[in-house]
């Protein structure tokens, strides 16, 4: 990359049209996460949104008023890592952060009732799943008998109803699971063995669910139902 040697966050294209990217430079085992916009056609020099020199950013979403919400994690290799979410305007105002998110856990997620789904734990910490308002503000929580433990690929999916799946790690087996937009869990569907690990990549234009694991991928259909590998 020109402007760093390290990026963590897939690039974004906003609803303003511009290509949202979020990483860092990590020297000498430092974190500095960097917000930065791009125009669509790579001209000019790109605009540098939000910075947090002692975080790595590892997710972000964008809401339909343009809002930005970036997952990060602050003293990434220090002895406990702590999970931060931070609502930044396209224009770089920080306008909230909220802390206690855990250091390794899934992508920002939002509902269409405007609930931003955030979550993760660490090596030893519970993992725990928040409902968050568009005001920073705790909706409510919900502990997982699990792990949401994804670093950067994901992990989440909201389908039109405000349906949340995540994918949750159980010791040597794995499951996907659908939450309500109120917290409340919805199902469970255990994935095929000899699979310990799921990450949900997406939904697809049809309504299927897709799901990467360490023993393929898979598509799922009509709440929890295998389509295919």
């Given at each position: 990359?020109?402007?760093?040697?390290?990026?963590?966050?897939?690039?974004?294209?906003?609803?303003?049209?511009?290509?949202?990217?979020?990483?860092g430079d990590i020297p000498n085992e430092r974190a500095h996460g960097t917000l930065l916009a791009f125009t669509r056609d790579g001209n000019g020099v790109p605009q540098e949104l939000f910075k947090r020199p002692?975080?790595?950013?590892?997710?972000?979403?964008?809401?339909?008023?343009?809002?930005?919400?970036?997952?990060?994690?602050?003293?990434i290799y220090g002895e406990a890592p702590l999970g931060r979410l931070h609502a930044v305007t396209p224009e770089g105002e920080h306008r909230w952060t909220f802390r206690g998110t855990g250091a390794y856990g899934i992508y920002p997620a939002l509902g269409p009732?405007?609930?931003?789904?955030?979550?993760?734990?660490?090596?030893e910490a519970p993992h725990r799943l928040f409902?968050?308002?568009?005001?920073?503000?705790?909706?409510?929580?919900?502990?997982?008998?699990?792990?949401?433990?994804?670093?950067?690929?994901?992990?989440?999916?909201?389908?039109?109803?405000?349906?949340?799946?995540?994918?949750?790690?159980?010791g040597e087996s794995c499951e996907v699971r659908a939450y309500e937009?109120?917290?409340?869990?919805r199902f469970r569907f255990p994935m095929p063995s000899p699979a310990r690990y799921a990450r949900v990549w997406g939904l697809g234009a049809d309504g299927a669910l897709w799901v990467y694991t360490d023993a393929g991928l898979y598509l799922l259909r009509e709440a929890g139902t295998t389509a295919g590998t």
């Open positions: 990359s020109q402007w760093w040697p390290h990026i963590e966050i897939h690039p974004m294209v906003g609803v303003d049209g511009r290509v949202y990217v979020a990483g002692s975080e790595q950013f590892t997710g972000m979403i964008q809401a339909p008023d343009s809002t930005l919400y970036i997952r990060s994690i602050d003293d009732d405007g609930t931003i789904f955030a979550g993760g734990g660490g090596e409902g968050i308002t568009p005001d920073g503000e705790q909706r409510w929580v919900r502990e997982i008998d699990g792990s949401l433990d994804d670093f950067t690929s994901g992990n989440s999916a909201v389908d039109g109803s405000g349906l949340l799946y995540v994918g949750v790690q159980l937009s109120d917290g409340e869990e």
